[in-house]
Nanobody, 123 residues
Framework: QVELVESGGGLVQAGGSLRLSCTAS????????MGWYRQAPGKQRELVAG?????????NYADSVKGRFTISRDNAENTVYLQMNSLKPEDTAVYYC???????????????WGQGTQVTVSS
């Protein structure tokens, strides 16, 4: 059983900041990737930022958040963070954490999702 729990969402004024956290727990052998996605009402879920588990900690960002959001992770704690600065009303969405991991040495990799946390940016 694997569980991803997000925290840190809330209501903030435009120009403000929030920091999201997501911790994966349960039977985890290894984590390859962790990322943040978001879904606004009436829109499809989209990638916000992702980070690999390798020593290079390769990251990728949606063009709309580059320069404003920063993703980081703590491998020892199976936790990923999303620092969001200069927030805009169009960043309003439910933010979901995703982790690609395996639960055992011989198991395949699967994607697991958190329950989501609401981020609302007022103008």
């Amino acid at each position: 059983q694997v569980e991803l729990v997000e925290s840190g969402g809330g209501l903030v004024q435009a120009g403000g900041s929030l920091r999201l956290s997501c911790t994966a727990s349960g039977t985890i052998f290894s984590i390859r990737y962790m990322g943040w996605y978001r879904q606004a009402p009436g829109k499809q879920r989209e990638l916000v930022a992702g980070i690999s588990s390798g020593s290079g900690r390769d990251t990728n960002y949606a063009d709309s958040v580059k320069g404003r959001f920063t993703i980081s992770r703590d491998n020892a704690e199976n936790t990923v963070y999303l620092q969001m600065n200069s927030l805009k009303p169009e960043d309003t969405a439910v933010y979901y954490c995703k982790s690609r991991l395996r639960i055992g040495l011989m198991s395949s990799e699967y994607d697991y999702w958190g329950q989501g946390t609401q981020v609302t940016v007022s103008s």
